[in-house]
Structure formats: C-alpha cells, structure tokens
C-alpha cells in the first residue's frame, strides 16, 4: 500500500494529464463539435492561452524590475563613495557582550568601508544574546533575504562572532553568490583567515597571467 502511494505521489501528474488526454480525444472525435466535451476544452484551451501570457508578462515584468533593481544598487554604491563595490557583512550569534560595534569600527576604520556599505545583524536568541537551535531559522532567513544584495558586491567581507555552527550557516548559504573574505580576531584587530575558492581561483588567475 505504501509503495502505492509512493508512486501516485510521484506519477499522478502524468496520470492527470493522459486522463484529460484520453477524455478530450474521445469528446472530439466521437462526440463532435457540439458536445460539451468539445466546448469546455475550446474554452480551455482559450483560458490557457491567456494565462499563459499572463504568466509570461508577470516574469518579463520580475526580470525588468530585479534588472533595474541592480542598476539603481551599483548607482547608489558609486554615491557612497565605494568605488570598489565592496560590502561588509557583521553578524553576531550568541556570544557574550555587545561585539557588533566592535567589529563595525574595524571596517570602518581598517577596512575603510562606509557605513553604508554595511550589512549587520546581531538580535539573535534573548538580549543577552543566549541561542539556542531554533535561532538557526532565523540566521537561515536573514543570510537568504541579503545573498542577493551581497551577490552585487564585487567582495564580501564577513566578521561574525558567536556558535561557531552559525559560522557554517552563513557560509553554506552565501556560497557562490560573490567573492567572500572571512574574518577572524588575530591579537588586537581582525585578518583574513580564510577567502572562498572563487577569491583564490582569482588571485591564481592573476599570478598567471603576471608571469
């Protein structure tokens, strides 16, 4: 019964489809031109042409819109005066203290990134900044709402402190949206300790192409 159920679930679709495919048949060249059979998939076969230019125009509109959407982005980072197209992602989770302003005052200061050109997040779990499992969705959330922000930046820089399982969040859900340099507390201050593979297939590319 079960295996049943597993291939209805896989297979009802084309099930659905060979049905309506049989009926129609059967209404057109058995029925004739007036029967109801004949007259419902005429206006189906109507509203689905309709729909289906709806449908097209809707994703011609998304497209335009997340087109223009980048180009008013990469407009508006040129303003800020960050001419490099570099963004800074500050994320705390869990931890103890306040270490947002910390890390914010090394790419401002170190990094020389303005404060536009900042993406930070630290209200994760209770104010104490106590999380537990079920902050994870939320980190999850927040890392996918800014990838496509973050995927416009020619580098991202990342500094997070906290559960070193959140660590692996962002990473996993930023992977291949740009170039990513990952921070770590090195003595007073932060250093890359870690670029992704694109950032090191690049420097590779560059040393080649120099000798």
Same mark, same amino acid.
């Given at each position: 019964m079960n295996k049943i159920k597993e291939i209805w679930s896989i297979y009802w679709i084309l099930v659905f489809f060979i049905l309506i495919t049989i009926v129609g048949f059967y209404g057109l060249y058995f029925l004739g031109k007036d029967s109801l059979i004949f007259k419902i998939y005429t206006a189906l076969d109507t509203a689905s042409a309709v729909a289906l230019a709806v449908l097209a125009f809707v994703a011609y509109w998304q497209y335009t819109k997340t087109l223009n959407e980048r180009k008013i982005y990469k407009k508006s980072l040129r @303003? @800020?005066? =960050? @001419? @490099? =197209?570099?963004?800074a992602l500050i994320i705390q989770f869990g931890g103890t203290g306040e270490l947002l302003p910390i890390m914010e005052s090394f790419v401002i200061e170190e990094l020389k990134l303005s404060q536009n050109s900042i993406l930070k997040k630290s209200d994760f779990g209770d104010s104490s900044h106590n999380v537990d499992s079920s902050d994870i969705r939320d980190l999850k959330n927040y890392c996918t709402k800014v990838k496509s922000e973050l995927s416009l930046a020619s580098q991202v820089h990342i500094l997070y402190a906290g559960l070193g399982v959140g660590y692996a969040v962002v990473g996993d859900i930023l992977n291949n949206s740009t170039d990513l340099l990952f921070y770590h507390k090195d003595g007073e201050s932060y250093k890359v300790w870690y670029a992704d593979t694109k950032s090191e297939k690049r420097e590779e590319n560059i040393n080649e192409t120099q000798i």
């Open positions: @303003k @800020k005066g =960050n @001419k @490099k =197209n570099e963004l």
